[in-house]
């Protein structure tokens, strides 16, 4: 409820329906496909291994280790391997566009609107000037 209250905000008004479905689309595939592909690729990142020591990584390998009478056992899980990757990734993201975060983190909400307002001789001065106290923020935060 509050992201579909954070898309209302930044909506421009004369377009605000589909521009918020738009958000919200975009935001349901980053969330839907990053555990999709999480869960597709933990099946590649599991090793298995016999009770007799071999590995049945396989389907075939497994089906032999059970006609035996032995079980196949998880050595390694995913889990561990993708919480380790997946920190990585999260902190190189932030590395990476942190500053671009904090700057929009700090543009008022008009700033958001996909269509300019009509312009006016002292607009032009306002958006500079919100535009130099982000970056006024973003320099002190970088200190």
């Known amino acids: 409820v509050a992201l ?9 008004p004369k377009i605000g329906g589909t521009y918020m479905t738009l958000l919200n689309t975009v935001n349901n595939l980053g969330l839907n496909l990053s555990s999709t592909i999480t869960l597709f690729v933990a099946q590649y990142l ?16 497994e089906n032999l280790c059970t006609v035996a009478g032995k079980k196949c056992q998880i050595t390694t899980s995913p889990y561990y391997i ?21 700057r929009l983190q700090y543009l008022p909400r008009d ?6 307002k009509p312009a006016q001789p002292s ?16 320099q002190s935060l970088s200190r």
Do not use: M
């Open 111 to 116: 700033k958001w609107h996909l269509t300019p």
């Open 46 to 61: 599991t090793w298995k291994t016999c009770t007799d020591g071999q590995s049945c990584n396989k389907k075939e390998d």
């Open 123 to 138: 607009a032009s001065s306002e958006e500079s000037d919100d535009i130099l106290a982000a970056d006024n923020h973003e």
């Open 82 to 102: 993708e919480v380790l990757v997946c920190s990585l990734l999260g902190a190189l993201w932030l590395l990476i566009c942190y500053r671009t975060v904090i």
């Open 4 to 12: 579909i209250a954070f898309f209302a905000q930044i909506s421009d």
